[in-house]
């Protein structure tokens, strides 16, 4: 039966939902799908983002170190930098721009003006090598690249098919980052008009095959995720403030995820456009500095992968901190152990545990679990977010399975992306003729609509949110000339949730240790794609009846191995 909570969620759903409010929908129709849509959606990014810089002008938006901007100085130095890519850099609508840094007050500035350029805001990830780097660069045609130093670094030498790197220092401000492309550029350079259907981001997410995809979505679509965000947090306010629990201080968020990821980008940064809500950025996690930084900031909303909060609430020194503006501590990006949930709320003397199901094509939207329901059913990731998703849990054929049954995870609504970039066959599997999102995950629904995720379809590892292909990983060993075959996959973390194991057997006659092994790897692949466990085999690895490698039989034994060894 449905909770208490639940009733009273579908209730202020419902009162959000009437005309003129917040979450009232209409139909929109797309490949011949009807899709619900918000009406009060700005029609693109550029909508959104000027809107509300303008309604919280004053309000402070962007705490990087000693650096500290409104809402109406960021928009300011986005607005010139918009001008300048316009003027300086040849920028129109549509131009493919890669932000490749660190996160800072200056990436979001960048973020900013790339969209309000008509260019498409194209997220690089920055744990990438070089080689990384360039590829994603070259695939999707970026015409300029924003680096910051470090990344930058990686790409000389690259070849980045004619794209043009601009390095901006991450330390100083926005006008003195870009003092370049600004110059000559004002706030009265014309934008150009941009519509729902205009494309507004890339992201890049590992498949099945290795290599990195660009999933692209429209700015409806980005814009009508996050405000699907926003809605199921006034639902939370208006729970909370019934409860006589309302916030005691003004939304701020720390920055402790990276900004090219999907939950960096759509409910932690633009979901705080529309609140006003105050992001204070976090260059490396260390939970002490959390603590200090929640209690100097006031912060508010605390979300990152699962281990994060736990390292929180468990902390020796927790109580050495006053931690008491924070109401939610939120996870996503992998599941979270069930008894991490109860100790998160016994820390907790505010508030309470949350959780997230959405993925980068789906532009974070899915599910939630939080509050007294997620105490009830930690394992669960929660009921679909009203009013968008559509959940559907699939047979390989696309149909419907019975209720309670295993089949994939599928997700439907107008905040899907529009397909990988130039890989039409790529996107032709993974969304359905009636425009579900296959994620790849095996799950089923219980009694009450709530998801449980059990396995997943495709060869990926997720590795502290991070999408880890193991054909990557493969495919960089047997470069190794003593390679003679290998086997990679996840391994069980307390920390990271999963990290890369390999089981490798070397060419007859040769002597590949370990240490070797890791150490061409580093060479090959970003630090968190290298595997932390490397077993030698003495044979050939097992097969299946295909003569394929027996992945799931390596992964049950190898993950049993690393357990009884740490008992």
Known sequence: MPSELDRQIQAA?????????????????????????????????????????????????????????????????????AGGLIANKGIEKGDRVGIGARNSANWVVAYMAVLMAGGVATLLNGWWHGSEFAEAIKMVGCKLVLADPKRAARLEGQDLGGAEVFVYDNFVGPRESFAQIMEGAAAETPLPVLSGD???????????????????????????????????????LQLATARG??????????????LFHVTGEVPMLLQGFAMGRKL???????????????????????TGVPLMSYEIAVHPKRGDYDLSSCTIMASGGAPRPAEHV????????????????????????????????????????????????????LDDFGAPVPQGERGEVCIRSIANFEGYWNDPEATRAAITDDLYFRTGDIGYVDEDGYLYIVDRKKDIIIRGGENIACTEVEAAAYEHEDMAELCAFGVADDHYGEVVGMVYLPREGADLGADELRSFLENRLAKF?????????????PRLGTQKIDRKTLRAEYNAKVAGDAA
């Open 245 to 258: 629990e309302a916030p005691k201080f003004p939304p701020a968020t720390l920055m402790n995820v990276p």
């Open 13 to 81: 759903v419902a009162a959000l939902s009437k005309p003129g409010e917040l979450l009232e929908t209409q139909g929109f129709e797309k490949d011949g799908v009807a899709l619900p849509a918000l009406v009060k959606a700005p029609p693109s990014l550029a909508h959104y983002i000027g809107h509300f810089c303008m309604q919280h002008k004053d309000t402070e938006f962007l705490i990087d170190g000693d650096l500290r901007l409104t809402f109406g100085e960021a928009y300011e130095a986005a607005r010139v930098l």
């Open 529 to 541: 794609k290298v595997p932390q466990y490397l077993w030698k085999a003495e044979e050939m690895l």
């Open 280 to 302: 204070v950025m976090m260059r490396k996690w260390d939970a002490e500095e959390a603590m200090r930084l929640i209690e100097k900031e006031k912060i508010t909303y605390f």
């Open 198 to 236: 205009d494309k507004a981001t890339i992201l890049f997410t590992s498949g099945s095959t290795g290599r990195s995809k660009g999933a692209w979505s429209t700015h409806r679509a980005v814009v009508q995720g996050t405000m699907n965000y926003v809605g199921g947090t006034m639902v939370l």
């Open 342 to 393: 109860t100790k998160i709320k016994q820390g907790m003397k505010e508030g309470g545990p949350g959780i997230g199901y959405g993925l980068t094509e789906t532009n974070a939207v899915g599910c939630t679990n939080f509050s007294d329901n997620y105490i009830d059913k930690p394992d669960s990731t929660g009921t679909p977010s009203p009013p968008l998703v559509d959940l559907g849990i």
